[in-house]
């Protein structure tokens, strides 16, 4: 089959510019009118002006008498003014309608009764005292709303209050999401191999009710062009503007380009971004269409970038503007030159330094979009980021809620996960932002000041005792405190049933199983090649020993998939996916915190959370731990 090409990629600001200018020849949506009453978020078409004033009489301001202030001129201590009730006084309560001839209200808490009807004052009141005017809050014909307002629910209160009932409002386009694919089935049914869940309609939905727009989502098209074609004709008919999902890169099955080519025109087929390169923008009968990629990081980027400018131009509201920090990589970020490349972080403050946890970045991956605190922005003509150098952060959640993050860099372990859930369970304010890069590299992250602290579970051969003679080796000089977090199992990994009969680290250098390894300086790779020591094997011999993953749960997953048939790992990971578990031994897992930081607020909470029954209970119903010892203080 004929594969599309990106003759040249578009440098995003001109893809967005381009997109944008389009808006004045497309058929949009006109301003509707809209219920006052029901306007709140809706974006003003026009200047709204008031029908009739507020108050329209002239209304007591205070609970007291009402009385003409010229029959109290004089009223002193030493010669104090006698009121008449009915004559010269009358009662009034807040929001009551001033009496004919009277312009003034006297306080109940000035007023002496002195007898049956009278009472006597020892102060002058002036003209218009405690009264609210006629027009004290609106006058008729005063401006109540801007063209482009939002429409608050305060303003809704003062529409109807100023005789208006209707108001004219910016459009809310009517969006069509048309899923593409043979693949595709819904969120809510269990895939079967080859089947892909199909959930970026719903993100791209989300997104759009959150730009004022309304979204309706359309059944999966199959690939087959005829069949993109009617139906993309058919949404073009009934809807103001188009999204296809997936289909717009390059591969064999991708259609939406030679549809759009037949159907309409295209502005723009590729942009110089990563992720989202294969993003597409055409026009058919005179209704916008955007090709938006099927990776989930890829949709969100090209929407936040170029879509989401488009439709809330539209609908009225601003663009949305991320605040920003400047802070310090963890570690080099590598980029390709020729694309603006967007990196996902987490963010924590580190003594003064802000310092930014890079994310996975693949296009495909999905969680790293919920986790980012912010996002990082290679420019295209550069080749990457270095830690050595600040970078300005783009900010994906409010700056007040990143003061609690700890900055968590080592091995990881499923455990940090339930910890961050009991923390947030009990509002504590403090979460973990997590790096997993083993246990030598968090000890090395916190020599260089990058971490508030690390875990580590590193075996020494010489002495076969964990942790402190690396901490002593690598933190020489430097004072840190040692918790002890768990003990936890390791052994190995393998298929549910385990169908290759793998029971000893022997069986690694059969040529029939393949191995799914830890990345160097990760503590479970350093028991690996302890045991394989141990058992006269070379790493040569062992089938997979280069293929290196960062996590636990990253090694039962292919195995789980089938890319493996064991691996050596933590005996929660394998049953968190239904694997068999060997047992091979009993290890702690320590936490490393550098004396400047052990008594910060962050830290104590995180300590107090780990010293509960709660998170002892937790991490025991996982398998293969022993909490017994959380939070106890080690010799170091």
Known sequence: MKRSVYLRLTPLPEARERVLASIESLNTPDPEVVPAAEAEGRVAAEGVFARRSIPHYAAAAMDGVAVDARVTYGASDAAPVTLKVGETAFWVNTGAPMPQDTNAVIMVEYLLETGPGTLEIRQAAHPWQHVRPVGEDIIRGDLLLLPGQVIAPADVAVLLNGGIFEVRVRPRPRIAILPTGSELVPPETTPKSGQVIESNSRMMAAYARRDGAVADILPACPDEKVSLMNALNEAAGKHDIVFVLSGSSAGARDFTQAVLEVSGEILVHGIAMMPGKPALYGIVEQKPVFGIPGYPTSAALYYEEIISPFIRAITGLSPVKAPTLTATLFRKVPSKLGQEEFIRVRLGKVGETWIAVPLARGAGILKSLSEADGIVRIPLASEGASEATPVTVHLRREPSTLAGQIVFIGSHDLSLDHLNVLLAKRSTGVSLAIGAVGSLGGLFALKGGKAHLTAVHLLDPKSQTYNLPYVRKYLAGRQVRIVRLLKRTQ??????????????????????????????????????????????????????????????????????????????GIQAAARALDLDFIPLTEEPYDLVIPEEFFFDWRIQTMLETIRSETFRESVRGLGGYDPAESGTELPS
């Open 491 to 568: 052994g190995l990994m393998v298929q549910k049933g385990n169908p290759k009969g793998i029971n000893t680290i022997g069986d690694l250098a059969r040529n029939d199983v393949q191995f799914v390894n830890r990345q160097r300086g990760a503590g479970t790779r350093v028991l690996l090649d302890f045991l394989l020591g141990q058992a006269g094997i070379s790493p040569d011999d062992v089938s997979g020993y280069a293929n290196e993953v960062a996590t636990h749960a990253m090694a039962a997953a292919e195995i789980q998939g089938g890319m493996a048939d064991c691996g050596l």
